[in-house]
């Protein structure tokens, strides 16, 4: 297995054909050892049981992150390497990513509301992972408004890159925002200090949610190149040379595409 | 286990992740069969694709 | 399909951004008849089609349709095919022509069978973006032949057909001129049908 | 019927198809609304003060900015042609296309108001306040928004231009929704007052908007 043979869109969908059932197995597994984990868990002192809530909410968090990373890198591949299957596996992480991000969202919001006595404070860390779920929606929105997928890719890739980049700078600017305004008195999330009866549980959950998304992803890579697929053919049927000039019902055009074909 | 006195928050985000996830697969899944019906329904129509059959053609 | 119609236009006048495009003119048509109307560029073709379609309003003249229906003004008579094609490309072949089907509505005939004449049969479920210029020209007679109308104005009609494409569209214009219609189109190159010539704009 | 519903279902079609508008208008909405916190600051007490207020400006000009395709579309492809020659007369086509913008770009702002009442630590009753004078004044918005986009046509310039022509003519509705949905979470005023005169701008524009858009569109003709 060569990254030349993984260039390739027909043998990325016959070795992912392979690959997938394993890593579904391994997701199940792994996500049903990390979810009995975390049943188990002892509470926190100072959070009692909503700890739990961390279970879900930091690997999705996590993850937030990682795909936004996955897809800058694929969007490197795009621009840079010109590589076939890049904007592919750009275009599917972006709708996963955005679940991800929107369940970190969510499960922060209701470890908030027993913790700040609202659903939603702007804290620092939540208010940075909601302008990165706006972005995701944003660049879903990019792909969707571009028909042809391969100009909206190099557009989407250009944005990809530039939300990287930016993506720092906004963290920062909202943590300057976040402490001018009031200073620490909001409790910050997850604390610091992690004892390993939580530590252990918060990992195998988190690599449970990476492996999650790595299943998702394939298939959803696998998903974008079948519909490239069809939509090349569909260009094709449509440039079909239609016998105009005899006012057929259409079999001739039948007997003429499999004597092509 | 008890899950104290805001175990209606745990539980709601424990089965709020089920849900997305469960929406994921099952988006996937419809995606796949939409797609490879399509292509079924493309290829019985008579066309085939010329650079998919040369592609699998060189080593 | 009415009797014995007749249109006819008297001393037509037409200005277009303060500019008179033609004053003066006078034109008729009756069933089963083709003016080809001709002229060079800018000596008002299209101003002329639009006047009669009902999107401009003449600086001058009347325009007079007999024997139509009387129930209806010249324009919802009229089909108008005009530089752009009326289609849009997120929706399918079938769907663009239904929905004009649906709108227009009228005597109609089967969508189905209109797009196997024009050629498109096998297009019918694609998205009206994937096709060519020529093709969604096709798409747009499709249309003339799906909705029942007894005035075709045609602006530049044959522009992106190929040669087949322009054999077929004669065709389809000598049938509805059988079938005692009208057709005025604006052209500079033959229609492929016998047609009274009116020169607009001849003093240069 | 047949043909206004046939336009309806088309214009609404085209919204949610790929390259279609209908989503993007909730996203710009709801960017709107999250970047006011950034320029008030996070003090939840004056976000729910605001929070009516920072709510119908984020609606008002989603609404309005998402409209200046509405005709120019139309134009560009030859449709308007027809559609002007048509026997549907041009009002009643004019309505249809307003309906089908609110009804894919408008209902959706609606939907997403609760969720951003939640940022803006609005309560139930406030949230539900707002959402009910959105439902009432967002086709008011549309329904005036399309006279600026039929001038769009006419002018053959869109965008900005159309927004400036059309922002004042908001005016009155958003000063009713605002005073509505104030009224209805801190008072002292009843709801009723101002949400009906809300109610009644929209079933004034409703006639107003398709009548006024037609004749612009009408004179521009060339």
Redo the contacts between chains.
Sequence with gaps: MSLIDLANPTRFLALSARVLPWLAAATAILLAVGLYLSAVAPDDYQQGATVKIMFIHVPNAWLSMFVWGVMSMASLGTLVWRHPLADVAAKAAAPIGAAFTFLALFTGSLWGRPMWGTYWEWDARLTSVLILFLMYLGLMALWRAVEDPSRAARAAAVLTLVGALNLPIIKFSVDWWNTLHQPASVMRMGGSTLDKSFLIPLLVMAVAFTLLFVTLHLAAMRNEILRRRVRSLQMMQASRVAFSSDMGTGSRQENASTGAA | ???????P??V???V??AI??V???G??VL??RN??E??RE?ER?????RS?RS??GTP | MQGKMQLSGRGLGCVRGGRQVFSGLDFEASSGEAVAVVGRNGSGKTSLLRLIAGLLVPAGGTIVLDGGDAEMTLPEQCHYLGHRDALKPALSVAENLSFWADFLGGERSDAAASLATVGLDHATHLPAGFLSAGQRRRLSLARLLTVRRPVWLLDEPTNALDAAGQEMFGHLMRQHLIRGGLIIAATHAPLGLEARELRIGGVA | MTALSALIRRDIRIALRVGGGALIGVLFFLTVVVLMPFAVGPDLALLSRLGPAILWLGALLASLLTLDRLFMADHEDGSLDLITMSRTPLELACAAKALAHWLAAGLPLIVATPVLGLLLNLDMVATGAVALTLLAGTPALTFTGMIGAALAVTLHRGGLLMAVLVLPLSIPVLIFGVAASQAAIVGPMTFGAPFSILCALSLVSLVIGPFAAAASLKHGLD
Excluded: C, E, N
């Excluded at chain 2, 286990?1 to 175990?7: D, H, I, N, Q, R």
């Excluded at chain 2, 129509?45 to 694709?49: A, K, L, V, Y």
């Design positions: 286990m008890s899950l104290g006195p805001y175990a928050f745990i709601t985000s424990y709020a992740a997305v996830v929406l994921l697969i988006w996937i995606d796949y797609q490879t399509r292509l493309l129509s008579g066309i085939t694709r998919g592609a699998t």
